[in-house]
T-cell receptor, first 113, second 118 residues
Framework: QQQVKQSPQSLIVQKGGISIINCAYE??????FPWYQQFPGKGPALLIA?????SEKKEGRFTISFNKSAKQFSLHIMDSQPGDSATYFC????????????FGTGTRLQVTL | EAGVAQSPRYKIIEKRQSVAFWCNPI?????LYWYQQILGQGPKLLIQ????????DSQLPKDRFSAERLKGVDSTLKIQPAKLEDSAVYLC????????????????FGAGTRLSVL
């Protein structure tokens, strides 16, 4: 019940295109869904996060879409840029003092010129 | 604001040897996490501290891994003896305890220690 499944494993998108990464979770107690971005040799960094009381959150070119009934959420990167090339991880947790993150397996995004 | 500091950045050891990693969290962050990230996988939580107390160590292989956070600030993670399958990046993260519900759930990660066990 603690799994977070992420797809695709890798993604190649042309510059200016839309990158879409999908995640599904099982534990209905999860109420915090962040996306982390990780560049080679660096630790993950929070990109954007959503709570289940909203269906969409947008920050610049990054949008999270959330479907509570389907237990799915996705990251959309609009106007993808070569600088977006990185590994993206979805995650989920129950908010509170013991906010342990359960991560997906990651999506390696490459944005080509 | 200084980030999460980890050292060393890289470590190569032979199996059955011991190794220790050090983490200094962001100042004021009461919660500290150690994650193991195997190549091609997402980080997996090993242990979580709040101040100097353990909140969750359910996935820590306690026969070989140990961690401590004396005085509720710095932390060390030790592996003794190391196995080949321990080769991974060990990430430290920290977060606030109090504050806005979203803000206190943000975990800030260090760059990690890449361990190779030969």
């Amino acid at each position: 019940q603690q799994q977070v499944k992420q797809s695709p494993q890798s993604l190649i998108v042309q510059k200016g295109g839309i990158s879409i990464i999908n995640c599904a979770y099982e534990n209905t107690a999860f109420d915090y869904f962040p996306w982390y971005q990780q560049f080679p040799g660096k630790g993950p960094a929070l990109l954007i996060a959503i709570r289940p009381d909203v269906s969409e959150k947008k920050e610049g070119r990054f949008t999270i879409s959330f479907n509570k009934s389907a237990k799915q959420f996705s990251l959309h990167i609009m106007d993808s840029q070569p600088g977006d090339s990185a590994t993206y991880f979805c995650a989920a947790s129950k908010t509170g003092t013991a906010s342990k993150l359960t991560f997906g397996t990651g999506t390696r995004l490459q944005v080509t010129l | 604001e200084a980030g999460v500091a980890q050292s060393p950045r890289y470590k190569i050891i032979e199996k059955r040897q011991s190794v220790a990693f050090w983490c200094n969290p962001i100042s004021g962050h009461a919660t500290l996490y150690w994650y193991q990230q195997i190549l091609g996988q997402g980080p997996k939580l090993l242990i979580q501290f709040q101040n100097n107390g353990v909140v969750d160590d359910s996935q820590l292989p306690k026969d070989r891994f140990s961690a401590e956070r004396l005085k509720g600030v710095d932390s060390t993670l030790k592996i003794q003896p190391a196995k080949l399958e321990d080769s991974a990046v060990y990430l430290c993260a920290s977060s606030l305890v109090r504050g806005d519900p979203l803000a206190k759930n943000i975990q800030y990660f260090g760059a990690g220690t890449r361990l190779s066990v030969l």
